[in-house]
């Protein structure tokens, strides 16, 4: 169970920042400057900091202290990478913050051997988190360079249990259903049916839900429909793409 912390909005905005783009041999170099220790440190920082804000399953924790979130964004932010905030990451979206990245990790109850769909792919920091923790991720993606880009960084750091497709989230992956968790991060205005089709029984998905004001809804399957539980206040991008008429 997680204890928030008073007054906690979990915001993973888009930042109209600069230094999204290509980077340039000075960058590259400013950033080979900092060491994998270094940055190990920077990460177990992170985890102290998790812990406190209520964060508690340890193979949560064990995960992101494991993925390097600094291959994640772009060389300009590595400085940021452990600091408890969203990034941009390109293409107007961004990568989410540590803090909402555990908080929908440990709601989603991933078990060994399980399989998992994520909606939003981004970067691919969270499919790398749920690599660590079930059998099968499979990401969808709906910007395509995004998704491009995700999947040969995702192959490129050995996550053979990672599959990312470039398609409409609102759609799922019916081909690869049931899942026994869905994660999905960015917010449509209503829980897609699609997904809740696809989710298996006794599956958890958890969800931002909402246009103006946005919540996060934790959706478990049983034989005899869905319970909804809302909890905390939040502020994801849009979901793009069009659900099935």
């Known amino acids: 169970m997680i204890n928030l912390p008073t007054l906690l909005l979990i915001s993973v905005l888009l930042v109209p920042?600069?230094?999204?783009?290509?980077?340039?041999?000075?960058?590259?170099?400013?950033?080979?400057?900092?060491?994998?220790?270094?940055?190990?440190?920077?990460?177990?920082?992170?985890?102290?900091?998790?812990?406190?804000?209520?964060?508690?399953?340890?193979?949560?924790?064990?995960?992101?202290?494991?993925?390097?979130?600094?291959?994640?964004?772009?060389?300009?932010?590595?400085?940021?990478?452990?600091?408890?905030?969203?990034?941009?990451?390109?293409?107007d979206q961004t990568i989410s913050q540590p803090f909402i990245v555990g908080y929908m990790t440990e709601a989603a109850e991933i078990a060994p051997g399980e399989k998992v769909l994520e909606i939003g792919t981004g970067s691919g920091y969270q499919a790398a988190v749920l690599a660590e923790l079930g059998k099968e991720v499979y990401t969808i993606e709906i910007i395509p360079e995004l998704a491009e880009s995700a999947r040969t960084l995702l192959r490129e750091m050995g996550y053979k249990n990672v599959q990312v497709k470039t398609g409409n989230g609102y759609e799922g992956w019916a081909e690869h259903a049931p899942f026994d968790a869905i994660v999905v991060t960015a917010a449509p205005d209503e829980v897609p049916k699609a997904l809740v089709e696809q989710l298996a029984v006794r599956g958890k998905m958890v969800i931002p839900v909402g246009t103006s004001f946005q919540r996060m809804v934790i959706i478990t399957k049983t034989e005899s429909g869905v319970v909804e539980r809302r909890t905390i206040p939040v502020a994801f991008v849009p979901m793009t793409g069009k659900p099935k008429p």
């Open 17 to 91: 920042l600069p230094g999204c783009g290509p980077q340039s041999s000075s960058e590259q170099s400013t950033s080979q400057q900092v060491s994998n220790e270094e940055y190990a440190k920077q990460r177990r920082q992170l985890i102290k900091q998790l812990r406190s804000e209520g964060i508690q399953n340890q193979g949560v924790l064990d995960a992101l202290e494991k993925v390097p979130r600094h291959r994640f964004v772009p060389v300009s932010y590595r400085h940021l990478a452990y600091e408890n905030r969203p990034l941009p990451i390109g293409k």
